[in-house]
Nanobody, 120 residues
Framework: QVQLVESGGGLVQPGGSLRLSCAYS????????VGWFRQTPGKEREGVSC????????SYGDSVQGRFTISRDNTKNTVWLQMNNLKLEDTADYFC?????????????WGQGTQVTVSS
């Protein structure tokens, strides 16, 4: 069974920083990617960042480009999201997702989420 556990959320002032962690387990794949998404009540889920565990290629949403950095450690099966210069609009529940493709098709699994609150 695939399992993902997020941690690192909390309360931070505008301009501050947080580092989120996503620890994943339960699968063995040649290629997969791990992404961070966020959800605020009344808004659609937004893609934040994604990283490939095979070649390390990264991508970022426009709203976080230049402020957030995603990184990985395949040995530890962990992906981090370093969030700097946080803004009020970054307040959300942040979710980790792993996605992969095998002979039966595309699959994905979500973590339980961690809350980030940016407030002065």
């Amino acid at each position: 069974q695939v399992q993902l556990v997020e941690s690192g959320g909390g309360l931070v002032q505008p301009g501050g920083s947080l580092r989120l962690s996503c620890a994943y387990s339960g699968f063995s794949l040649d290629y997969y990617h791990v992404g961070w998404f966020r959800q605020t009540p009344g808004k659609e889920r937004e893609g934040v960042s994604c990283i490939s565990s095979s070649d390390g290629r990264t991508s970022y949403g426009d709203s976080v480009q230049g402020r957030f950095t995603i990184s990985r450690d395949n040995t530890k099966n962990t992906v981090w999201l370093q969030m700097n210069n946080l803004k009020l609009e970054d307040t959300a529940d942040y979710f980790c997702k792993v996605a992969w493709i095998d002979e039966s098709g595309a699959h994905e699994e979500w973590g339980q989420g961690t809350q980030v609150t940016v407030s002065s």
